[in-house]
């Protein structure tokens, strides 16, 4: 068993960052290679989770061995020519353009691939490991959400390394958001109306990939680690 949170960057993925177990990022790029099949952009909601914390307009409570419990598995809107399809019409699979049909139905050809729609949550998909290895799930849970929670409460993490910052939901928030956010302001970037506030918005996730951008930084991907510190000086 391989078990470690990575990200994932796919070409057809928007919106947010998906954070993975490793095992569940060769099924991301078949799910980026299917919408890049059918011409349409994967609008990230939310990826591995942390137990026990509300997700934001969330239609259905995680059941008990939630596949976003260990990172494999990711909600999304689906966007194509322009318009964003939500759950509701996602809900509605009779009534959504060819492009997508063809995505979902792709999915659902796919050996171990679940769409969410066939169990109510239409906003889904996961590889059913809860299901298909309930002994592998409980193996990875412990060691994913250990890793999420030191990326995502400030001070928890056990090694001495400065944890990457992101945009996530809940938002990271804590003193070093706030001091990456004062060099961006420093240097001339604009942080939007809440300026240096310590939590890592969509403002500063931007203003990290419009800074890595001109720096000629590769990734430009909106994370800050190690070289994106280095480069904003600190
Ligand atoms: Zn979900």
Same mark, same amino acid.
């Given at each position: 068993m391989a078990t470690e949170l990575k990200t994932f960057i796919g070409? *057809?993925?928007? &919106?947010k960052l998906v954070l993975a177990d490793i095992e569940f990022i060769p099924h991301l790029e078949k799910i980026n290679d299917f919408a890049a099949t059918n011409g349409l952009k994967i609008f990230i909601t939310s990826s591995a989770r942390p137990w026990g914390l509300p997700v934001g307009g969330a239609i259905v409570s995680p059941a008990k061995m939630s596949n976003h419990l260990i990172g494999h598995a990711i909600d999304m809107n689906i966007q194509i020519g322009g318009k964003l399809y939500t759950s509701h019409e996602l809900g509605d699979f009779n009534s959504l353009p060819p492009a997508i049909k063809a995505f979902i139905t792709a999915i659902r050809n796919h050996p171990v691939l679940r769409w969410g729609g066939d169990f109510g949550d239409p906003v889904h998909i996961d590889d059913g490991l809860n299901l298909r290895n309930p002994n592998l799930w409980k193996d990875k849970f412990p060691i994913i959400q250990s890793e999420l929670t030191g990326l995502t *409460?400030? =001070?928890?993490?056990?090694?001495n390394t400065p944890r990457l910052l992101f945009l996530t939901t809940p938002l990271m928030e804590g003193n070093d958001v706030k001091l990456v956010q004062e060099k961006l302001l420093t240097k001339g970037f604009d942080l939007g109306k &809440? =300026?240096?506030?310590s939590f890592f918005g969509q403002a500063t996730s931007q203003a990290v990939v419009k800074f890595q951008d001109q720096q000629d930084l590769?990734?430009?991907?909106g994370i800050v680690g190690d070289t994106t510190r280095k480069a904003l000086g600190l």
């Open positions: 070409s *057809q993925f928007i &919106n *409460q400030p =001070g928890i993490r056990a090694v &809440n =300026g240096a506030d590769d990734p430009v991907d």
